[in-house]
């Protein structure tokens, strides 16, 4: 792993937002959203990878969050591997 960390051309400096907690309250959804998706765009630049916004969704909405879910764990999958983490 740190050998390919050791490859990457760009610095990254992941936000540390808290996004293990979860409430189903809107407002914290909203926030949860948010800060995820601060995370991944760090993560993104330094993987030199692009992604949707993760932050634009309805968890409320079964096929979005379907959708969102799928989307979701190929990034992670993506990203480990770019990152060499296994
Ligand atoms: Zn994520």
Redesign the pocket.
Known sequence: MAQKAAQLLKPVIVPNFD?LSWRDEPEFVTAWLNN?EA??VQ?RVGANLTGID?SLVNFADDEQFSEWMDD?AQ??LD?RRIYGIT
């Open positions: 996004v995820h995370i991944h993560l993760l979701h990034e992670h990203l």
